[in-house]
């Protein structure tokens, strides 16, 4: 089999290293080290406007794509509008990863996304987001901004034989999560695969008619949790090995 690269979008926030604090690309060591333990080799993917308008500049280059958390989805986005309840956006991030999400869903790449990763591959195949889970009639699904600890733990239902359920297990499973955004209309093709229990906020979507594409809306690369990401670097390992010559 072979050694699939796995390129993973780097979030872009102030950072602070050694002496320096400025803006920087930075991918959590806790992804990095899952993408290891499954057999992949991590490449970091940095918010670039050449790539926005040709993402086949960089999706050429990787076997598989994993879309990570962090900061809001821009409402404008998904044909929302801004409000108080707006968090923390970076539009280049979105334009970026919007863009190789949706070229990777055309071209078949197997793509995982998790949280925020989750709501862009959604919005990257024309659905919407709640901006605010509470003010939709939802539960808490924060209730430690900044920490994936005990209290982030639920119980959401996972439909059996997904790609979801390969990662998490089926039926009734604990999770964590941290996000106060959550999907709405379910973009074109995807189907949610997981949901929280009991309010039924989407855990889960993937595309049946896709080889992977899956979005968690929980942390499977937590410490605290002993998910394995080997589904889908396996799925990008066979893309790599087409790929070679023969």
């Given at each position: 089999m072979a050694t699939p690269v796995i390129g993973l979008c780097a979030a872009y926030e102030e950072a602070r290293?050694?002496?320096?604090a400025q803006r920087a690309a930075i991918v959590p060591d806790t992804y990095l080290g899952k993408v290891r333990a499954a057999g992949?080799?991590?490449?970091?993917?940095i918010p670039d406007a050449r790539a926005t308008g040709h993402p086949e500049l960089l999706l050429d280059r990787i076997d598989g794509?994993?879309?990570?958390?962090?900061v809001d989805v821009e409402p404008e986005t998904y044909g929302g509008v801004r409000t108080e309840r707006t968090e923390a956006t970076v539009p280049e991030r979105d334009a970026f990863e919007l863009a190789l999400a949706r070229a990777a869903l055309a071209r078949d790449l197997p793509v995982l996304g998790i949280c925020r990763g989750m709501q862009i591959l959604n919005v990257a195949a024309g659905g919407t987001l709640?901006?605010?889970?509470?003010?939709?009639g939802f539960g808490e699904h924060r209730p430690v901004p900044g920490k994936l600890d005990q209290t982030t733990f639920h119980e959401i239902d996972v439909v059996p034989d997904t790609h979801a359920a390969a990662l998490s297990g089926g039926g009734?499973?604990?999770?964590?999560?941290?996000?106060h955004q959550g999907v709405a209309a379910v973009?074109?093709?995807?189907?949610?695969t997981a949901w929280s229990?009991?309010?039924?906020?989407p855990e889960a979507?993937?595309?049946?008619?896709?080889?992977?594409?899956?979005?968690?809306?929980?942390?499977?690369?937590?410490d605290q949790l002993h998910h394995a990401l080997t589904g889908f670097v396996t799925v990008a390992a066979r893309t790599a090995k087409e790929d070679q010559p023969a």
């Open positions: 290293w050694g002496f320096w992949g080799v991590p490449l970091g993917l794509l994993l879309l990570i958390g962090g709640h901006e605010h889970l509470l003010d939709a009734v499973q604990l999770v964590n999560s941290h996000h973009g074109t093709d995807a189907v949610v229990i009991p309010d039924r906020v979507i993937e595309f049946p008619s896709r080889r992977y594409a899956l979005g968690v809306q929980w942390h499977p690369e937590a």
